[in-house]
């Protein structure tokens, strides 16, 4: 089945500092990747959409000067969370949606658990 | 390896009952998520088990069997509004989400 990785699992960073996600497609192309946020036991939260090659699509309430998101290639998107603050701690879940797959079709990946201390 | 198994899709008639199952096998273990994603929305949080047993939540029920690498979400009385995709994940040691590829469920009037 379609692969979606994510790097690193963990990161701890400082307060003021940027940090950068990586989301990948191990098998497959990727002509769309999700970013979504998610609070313990809750639903995941939307951030952005992107789309190989142009930029990407923002949530209501998503700073995208804050969330920057590259799609720069079709197996790869980054999310870089920029001046990170205690309360951007959260764990982060990237998603990928296969052209070859039913439409409605997202491969999730592991996710990464941030901490800003 | 880690992996999680679940049906490709299920079809159920409206007002009856659908037990979806998921099997997982990851190293250690903290606990299986049920989501519901309706086509272009984000996946809707629908139940968390970590210990054996059955949690009910209203016409949704999600049963876990550690021993068994096992569980079910069974949904009752089911309307329309329930057909979507329904996505099993396990937690494992490092607190890592490993993903099922999700149920999509069709339900017929």
């Known amino acids: 089945g379609a692969v979606v990785s994510q790097h690193p699992s963990w990161v701890i960073c400082k307060s003021g500092t940027s940090v950068k996600i990586e989301c990948r497609s191990l098998?497959?192309?990727?002509?769309?990747m999700f970013w979504y946020r998610q609070f313990p036991k809750q639903s995941l939260m939307l951030m952005a959409t992107s789309n190989e090659g142009s930029k990407a699509t923002y949530e209501q309430g998503v700073e995208k000067d804050k969330f920057l998101i590259n799609h720069a290639s079709l197996t790869l998107s980054t999310l870089t969370v920029t001046s990170a603050h205690p309360e951007d701690s959260s764990f982060y879940i990237c998603?990928?949606?296969?052209?070859?797959?039913?439409?409605?079709?997202?491969?999730f990946g592991p996710g990464t658990r941030l901490t800003v201390l | 390896g880690q992996n999680i198994d679940q049906p490709t899709e299920m079809t159920a008639t409206e007002g009856a009952i659908v037990q979806i199952n998921c099997t997982y096998q990851?190293?250690?273990?903290?606990?299986l998520f049920w989501y519901q994603q309706h086509a272009g929305e984000a996946p809707t949080f629908l139940s968390y088990?970590?210990l054996d047993g059955l949690e009910e939540k209203g016409r949704f029920s999600s049963f876990l069997s550690r021993s068994k690498g096992y569980s079910y979400l069974l949904l009752k009385e089911l309307q329309m509004k329930d057909s979507a995709s329904y996505l099993c994940?396990?937690?494992?040691?490092?607190?890592?989400?490993?993903w099922g590829a999700g149920t999509k469920l069709i339900i017929k009037p």
């Open positions: 990851t190293s250690g273990f903290n606990g």
């Open positions: 994940a396990a937690m494992d040691s490092n607190y890592q989400l490993i």
């Open positions: 098998d497959f192309q990727a002509t769309t």
């Open positions: 998603s990928a949606r296969s052209p070859l797959a039913d439409t409605d079709t997202q491969y």
């Open positions: 088990n970590v």
